[in-house]
T-cell receptor
Framework: NAGVTQTPKFQVLKTGQSMTLQCAQD?????MYWYRQDPGMGLRLIYY???????DKGEVPNGYNVSRLNKREFSLRLESAAPSQTSVYFC????????????????FGPGTRLTVL | DAKTTQPPSMDCAEGRAANLPCNHS???????VYWYRQIHSQGPQYIIH???NNETNEMASLIITEDRKSSTLILPHATLRDTAVYYC???????????????FGKGTKLSVIP
């Protein structure tokens, strides 16, 4: 099992460019998440998907859109990148959905390091 | 979710037990205590969680005080590979939007010294 995979590992964008961060999990988990981590800070939730076909905003959703393509894949899109979006982005998944197994641990990917100039 | 307070940094000698404290004085009865760690530049890794009883697994032990206002994560024999930032997180345990979010603070940076 690869667990949670993310692509790309590194990306440099210019202000105003767009890009999509890809995330996939092979653990048959129902829930998936996107976090960002700024230097010296903890992680902050951007969006999550409790189950296939649903998405919800987290703590810092502005400037981002997400797509739960299927049960395995959850993508994060920056439509018009800004320097404030320079960060490390982590995708995570967990088994819980609809209140069942809600205390399941979250499994994290290796992260995408994004710099916006 | 209840807020947590952790010391910003701690040192521990290799081979000794590392005891990482966490204060969560406003914890509610339906909130669990979770611990994650993040080794440099990697994604966070789940360690352990508990409600009110002490818990142990292959990685660590979690001691929760009787009033549940604080807890301690114990790494019984710290190694250099345990050097990481450790996050104590309190999370509700009910069905609903809040049950999916982990709120990470700044955590405790544990340095294991040879």
């Amino acid at each position: 099992n690869a667990g949670v995979t993310q692509t790309p590992k590194f990306q440099v964008l210019k202000t105003g460019q767009s890009m999509t961060l890809q995330c996939a999990q092979d653990m048959n988990h129902n829930s998936m998440y996107w976090y960002r981590q700024d230097p010296g800070m903890g992680l902050r939730l951007i969006y999550y998907s409790a189950s296939e076909g649903t998405t919800d905003k987290g703590e810092v959703p502005n400037g981002y859109n997400v797509s739960r393509l299927n049960k395995r894949e959850f993508s994060l899109r920056l439509e018009s990148a800004a320097p404030s979006q320079t960060s490390v982005y982590f995708c995570a998944s967990s088994g819980g959905a609809s209140g069942r197994d809600i205390y399941n641990e979250q499994f994290f990917g290796p992260g995408t390091r994004l710099t916006v100039l | 979710d209840a807020k947590t307070t952790q010391p910003p940094s701690m040192d521990c000698a290799e081979g000794r037990a590392a005891n990482l404290p966490c204060n969560h004085s406003t914890i509610s009865g339906n909130e669990y205590v979770y611990w994650y760690r993040q080794i440099h530049s990697q994604g966070p890794q789940y360690i352990i969680h508990g409600l009110k009883n002490n818990e142990t697994n292959e990685m660590a032990s979690l001691i929760i005080t009787e009033d549940r206002k604080s807890s301690t994560l114990i790494l019984p024999h710290a190694t250099l590979r345990d050097t990481a930032v450790y996050y104590c997180i309190v999370r509700v345990a009910y069905s609903g939007a809040g049950s999916y979010q982990l709120t990470f603070g700044k955590g405790t940076k544990l340095s294991v010294i040879p």
